[in-house]
């Protein structure tokens, strides 16, 4: 009866380790947030999150200009969602170049 329960609390404690491993073994994939997602020299992957009304929501750009803190560049919308509040979450992404 013993042996049984050692084997069960092995065999539960093995599968357990066995189901995070892949969890831990993955490096962290890129944070989406309002920010940089990647910095490579002069340019940096970016993505910002643009909340549009119901009544903007009928004319909602493709691409916008992002300028802030010497970073320029365009974006494109890449995902949009109708949110509950029935305003439109739209993300947009692309490359941002340092200002000279």
Do not use: C
Request: positive net charge; without cysteine.
């Amino acid at each position: 009866m013993k042996i049984k329960k050692v084997i069960t609390s092995s065999l539960l404690l093995t599968s357990l380790f066995i189901s995070a491993a892949p969890a831990y073994a993955t490096p962290a994939t890129s944070v989406k947030s309002h920010d940089a997602i990647r910095i490579q020299g002069d340019q940096m992957e970016m993505t910002v999150v643009r909340y549009y009304t119901q009544e903007e929501s009928r004319s909602i750009p493709y691409t916008i200009q992002y300028a802030e803190n010497g970073w320029y560049g365009t974006l494109t919308a890449t995902n949009w969602k109708q949110q509950s509040d029935l305003r439109v979450r739209v993300e947009y992404t692309g490359t941002v170049y340092l200002g000279q």
